[in-house]
T-cell receptor, first 114, second 111 residues
Framework: AAGVIQSPRHLIKEKRETATLKCYPI?????VYWYQQGPGQDPQFLIS???????DKGSIPDRFSAQQFSDYHSELNMSSLELGDSALYFC?????????????FGDGTRLSIL | KQEVTQIPAALSVPEGENLVLNCSFT??????LQWFRQDPGKGLTSLLL?????REQTSGRLNASLDKSSGRSTLYIAASQPGDSATYLC??????????FGTGTRLQVFP
């Protein structure tokens, strides 16, 4: 079965640079979520989209922005990168909002800031 | 503010043992609870989802129970195997869709 696809798998950037992470949800899933997992930490919710509209917002810095496109894929844009942004970034998708469907996670993008 | 705690933080057992992992949450107003496993440096694999109106869910050797009123869930793993070694995370979904994760239990099953 098709899973959530994230790209790139690994990304190395320097401070103050920008980065774009991409997420392709499972086909027919209309809801996308972004999470950040720091070293040794549990995943923290950043932002979610349902039917291309932002549906919820968590602890996402103002330097980050995201959107969901007409084909339901999503991109997380990160600017003025800081050392503390080094983390594993997960995208998850599900079918419907408040539908009690499980969230399915991608393998993540490991972002390292030098 | 919802807080999710998992006990124990780490567990090392010989192969074949039956295990119980615990998850507790402070706000009983949840939509559902989901259990995941995470292998080192990998993504999260969904194991079981329990809706707030349900008491338990089963999948193979895994059984998860939910007592919403007391803010507790347990994941029972029967006849553990070395391949079960991973970090197990529980996550609750409040009235919105986002997941709030627990601190995780690192499980090691040795032959």
């Amino acid at each position: 079965a098709a899973g959530v696809i994230q790209s790139p798998r690994h990304l190395i950037k320097e401070k103050r640079e920008t980065a774009t992470l991409k997420c392709y949800p499972i086909p027919r899933h209309d809801t996308v979520y972004w999470y950040q997992q720091g070293p040794g930490q549990d995943p923290q919710f950043l932002i979610s989209f349902y039917e291309k509209m932002q549906s919820d917002k968590g602890s996402i810095p103002d330097r980050f922005s995201a959107q969901q496109f007409s084909d339901y894929h999503s991109e997380l844009n990160m600017s003025s990168l800081e050392l503390g942004d080094s983390a594993l970034y997960f995208c998850a998708s599900s079918s419907g909002r408040n539908s009690n469907q499980p969230q399915h996670f991608g393998d993540g993008t490991r972002l390292s800031i030098l | 503010k919802q807080e999710v705690t998992q006990i124990p933080a780490a567990l090392s057992v010989p192969e074949g043992e039956n295990l119980v992992l615990n998850c507790s949450f402070t706000d009983s107003a949840i939509y559902n609870l989901q259990w995941f496993r995470q292998d080192p440096g990998k993504g999260l694999t969904s194991l079981l989802l329990i809706q707030s109106s349900q008491r338990e869910q089963t999948s193979g050797r895994l059984n998860a129970s939910l007592d919403k009123s007391s803010g507790r869930s347990t994941l029972y793993i029967a006849a553990s195997q070395p391949g079960d070694s991973a970090t197990y995370l529980c996550a609750v979904s409040p009235v919105t869709d986002k997941l709030i994760f627990g601190t995780g239990t690192r499980l090691q099953v040795f032959p």
